[in-house]
């Protein structure tokens, strides 16, 4: 009698627990319950893209979110890959080395085509022009070009305004920072005496900024497109793929008209 007692006892606790055990496996792994876990990467595949959130207008913190051209195309092309895109802010001297090894998928940042560039990664087919400019002091001694030698220039390192200055000028008249917000605050500071960099950015920080001017020369015209790993011709083709559609349609187009109204 005391036994069947025990017994049912038993058998009681280890039916509570089993319950127990299988409700919980139930929550975690089952697929009535709609899970709270993240959609896997299996099922939505991300694209990751690095750039530097501080180049205005093609990536720029709006809030807590870096909207801007290259945001906004590249948001188009996931939508069009059916990936969900990420956008990681670093310095833009890390985007290729990140790209090379596979910690971004791709780098979208108002980059440069440049050959240089091409013996590390590919390109995507071109989706804007660039033009690099100098942001001089308002009313200071640099006129032209031709005021710039012995002077000491400002640039985002690792872009093309820091080689095409440190090429031309010698390392030890270029200040190089790690974007171009802090290059301009340079400037304004009175550490360098001007700022070489692309011309819509330029545009967007003379503007933020009392008392400093564009020189009207323009110092080199570039192509802007996306990059990506040697290696990564799958994804590349499938991009270039995405940005012809948006360019034959006028998607691409209607952001630039968004972000740099006709003047
Ligand atoms: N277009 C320049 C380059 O590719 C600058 C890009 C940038 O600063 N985001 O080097």
């Known amino acids: 009698m005391k ?11 280890v039916l509570v627990i089993s319950v127990g055990v299988l409700a919980a496996c139930t929550k975690n792994g089952g697929t009535d319950e709609p899970s709270t876990e993240p959609v896997s990467n299996t099922e939505v595949k991300t694209l990751t893209m690095a ?53 971004y998928d791709m780098g979208m940042a108002g980059m440069t085509v440049t050959d240089e560039r091409l013996e590390s990664v590919n390109f995507s087919d071109t989706y804007a022009k660039g033009v690099q400019v100098v942001i001089v002091k308002e009313g200071g001694d640099i006129k032209s070009l031709d005021d710039l030698e012995g002077k000491m220039i400002g640039v ?23 974007n171009g917000a802090l290059a301009v605050q340079a400037l ?6 001007c700022v070489i960099i692309d011309n ?47 360019i034959a349609d006028g998607s691409v187009q209607k952001i630039i008209d968004k972000y740099i109204p006709a003047e």
């Open 156 to 178: 985002q390192e690792a872009t093309t305004g820091d080689i095409y200055a440190s090429d031309e000028f010698g390392d030890d008249h270029v200040t190089k920072y790690a």
């Open 200 to 246: 819509e950015p330029a545009k967007n920080y003379v503007e933020a900024n009392e008392g400093l001017e564009i020189l009207d020369t323009e110092y080199t015209v570039e192509d802007y497109a996306i990059c990506f790993a040697k290696e990564n011709t799958e994804l590349q083709e499938a991009v270039n793929g995405a940005l012809k559609e948006l």
């Open 188 to 193: 304004n500071a009175g550490k360098v005496d």
């Open 3 to 13: 036994n069947k007692k025990i017994i049912a006892i038993v058998l009681a606790a």
């Open 51 to 103: 750039t530097n959130a501080s180049f205005p207008p093609y990536e720029f913190y709006e809030g807590e979110k870096i909207v801007g051209i290259d945001a906004e195309i590249a948001g188009l092309i996931a939508e069009k890959l059916g990936m969900e895109l990420v956008i990681e802010d670093v310095e833009f001297k890390t985007i290729i080395p990140g790209v090379q090894s596979g910690k």
